[in-house]
């Protein structure tokens, strides 16, 4: 039995850190053992130029702990009026790597999203040509589509057509929670790519319904039925490079979750590699762990992987903490609902 593996340095193809005091909290979290990360850019204001994303990036610099090597992938917010010629400014600098798509109200922070799709065909155009990825938060707002549906719908009513519209537009799914979505990427050609949270690999949806609700496994897109979680495990572990890390690590104080209308979001920055050690232990499969997490993104986004590598060893107990403090209150970790015993080095 493999107690020690050693991998290339993983990265996080969605992140999100936030900003100010929640950014100081979260970011050495991600910094610990992660080499870069396509950061979000739903903050408030959203991240929409290239100016923004910029000063952004110098934010998340400046936050980090001393020695820490960490590289912010910047992307911008796809708005209805952005301008294709600072998308192409910001890409050639080297400030940008992808732009983030959220259909107008479908999650945290997506007020300024996309309602009416033709708006951003001529963004989309200029991203095709210049090979700039399209992120997707992949759900339909209908308020007729059941919340459970949101995912299968977005493929064949949004994404569907943009593909046909721009063949050349490479567009990566990001965090995919169903077996349509594993089906639809499988079924395309080398322009679709999908990322997997660790969350969605380890839940679905009985884990936040069945003996009491339970706040912190609520996150969008939202987990769905068992059958579903089996595809994406399968999925994640099976070598194929259409599919890697995007942890979606999302930080919400305590009060914010814990709420009669509590926010979307799973953190799980802290202990996201101890999680994947295990459920790739678990599917037979680590050999294919260093391909999710540090080969196939990179490959993706046209990087070459991280040059320094990791040890994950198995032994006792791994003692993380549980809550992540922060001046406005404490963010609660993700608890896999099981003991870890994957250590990082
Ligand atoms: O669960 C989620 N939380 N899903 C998202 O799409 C956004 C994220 C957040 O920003 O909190
Ligand atoms: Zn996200």
Avoid at 23 to 46: D, Q, S, Y
């Amino acid at each position: 039995m493999t107690d020690s593996l050693t991998i290339k340095r993983p990265d996080d193809w969605h992140l999100h850190l936030r900003d100010r005091t929640m950014l100081a909290a979260v970011l050495p979290e991600t910094a610990r053992h992660f080499g870069r990360a396509i950061v979000m850019p739903n903050l408030v204001p959203p991240v929409v130029t290239g100016a923004d994303a910029k000063a952004y990036r110098k934010r998340i610099l400046a936050a980090l702990p001393n020695g820490a090597k960490f590289t912010p992938l910047m992307t911008l917010y796809l708005t209805e009026t952005t301008d294709p010629d600072d998308v192409e400014r910001a890409y050639n600098d080297g400030i940008i790597h992808a732009l983030k798509l959220y259909p107008a109200g479908a999650t945290t922070n997506s007020d300024s999203g996309v309602t009416n799709f033709d708006t951003v065909k001529p963004v989309l155009e200029r991203m095709a040509k210049l090979g700039i990825p399209l992120c997707t938060h992949g759900e339909v707002t209908d308020e007729n589509v059941d919340i459970f549906d949101r995912e299968a719908v977005f493929i064949d009513r949004v994404l569907d057509p943009i593909r046909r519209a721009n063949p050349e537009l490479r567009i990566v799914m990001e965090h995919i929670t169903t077996s349509d979505a594993v089906d639809y990427v499988k079924s395309a050609d080398t322009n679709l790519a999908a990322t997997i949270t660790t969350h969605h690999l380890v839940i679905n949806r009985n884990h936040i319904l069945v003996g009491g609700i339970r706040p912190h496994y609520y996150c969008l897109p939202v987990a769905k039925r068992q059958t579903h979680q089996i595809v994406l495990r399968a999925a994640a572990t099976s070598n194929d490079p259409r599919f890697f890390l995007g942890t979606d690590s999302a930080p919400h104080i305590d009060a914010n979750k814990i709420s009669v209308c509590g926010c979307a979001g799973c953190f799980t920055a802290t202990n996201t590699m101890s999680i994947l050690a295990h459920v790739f232990e678990d599917e037979n499969a680590l050999p294919h762990l260093e391909a999710f997490t540090s080969l196939n993104g990179p490959a993706f986004y046209r990087l070459d992987p991280n040059a320094d590598t990791i040890t994950l060893t198995k032994g006792d107990l791994v003692q993380l903490p549980t809550h992540i403090p922060t001046p406005e209150g404490d963010v609660t970790v993700f608890d896999p609902g099981f003991p870890l015993k994957w250590h990082i080095t």
